[in-house]
């Protein structure tokens, strides 16, 4: 645990790191490289001076059942406060790199950083994180350790799909509230 005490997040700020993390994620992440929607902030991991994982993070989901039953907002709340949600849109660990709770760690040490860096760059700060992992590819063992919440599975439709029929795989929701006070803030 003390080399994983070592690393390092850094945000992607200058063009070549943006390049650079878009060449990682569209060569390595298994969907690619898609620019992010809306408000975004990306990062990469560092450990002795080695990019060994990346980060996206941009705009929530505009509506997922299991996200806004797990709130309880109205559809007035979500429009309203739907900036207070952020999604881990893609987290890659570089194929390479093997580490026991490498994953885990990083979670928690974005969970701590990213709602600071948020609004200092949006002015908005962010009570709760989502992400969709897709069950075919993973279990989502690291949203797990690192204490996020399984809240349940998308129906596959996508954003852009037809209603009522499935046209991307159907995904596991996991959400991570950054503070205590979460649902107060986003059913305002």
Not at 132 to 153: H, L, M, P, Q, S
Not at 158 to 171: D, E, R
Request: proline fraction near 6%; hydrophobic fraction near 40%; glycine fraction near 6%.
């Amino acid at each position: 645990m003390s080399e994983l005490a070592a690393i390092q997040l850094c945000p992607v700020i200058t063009r070549d790191h943006s390049r650079l993390w878009n060449e990682y994620i569209h060569r390595y992440h298994y969907l690619g490289h898609k620019p992010l929607p809306g408000a975004q902030l990306r990062y990469f991991v560092i450990l002795d001076e080695q990019i060994i994982a990346a980060l996206g993070f941009s705009a929530a989901a505009w509506q997922t059942a299991p996200r806004d039953q797990f709130i309880g907002w109205s559809h007035e709340q979500r429009q309203k406060n739907l900036p207070l949600v952020v999604n881990n849109a893609r987290f890659l660990i570089m194929p390479w790199v093997k580490s026991k709770n490498l994953a885990s760690t990083i979670l928690s040490m974005i969970a701590r950083r990213l709602p600071t860096q948020w609004e200092e760059r949006y002015g908005i700060r962010p009570v709760l994180l989502e992400t969709f992992v897709d069950t075919e590819r993973f279990a989502g063992t690291c949203y797990k350790a690192a204490n996020w919440i399984y809240v349940g599975k998308t129906k596959g439709r996508g954003k852009l799909g037809p209603a009522g029929k499935q046209s991307v795989p159907i995904k596991d929701l996991w959400l991570y509230p950054l503070c205590r006070q979460f649902r107060s803030h986003l059913t305002r």
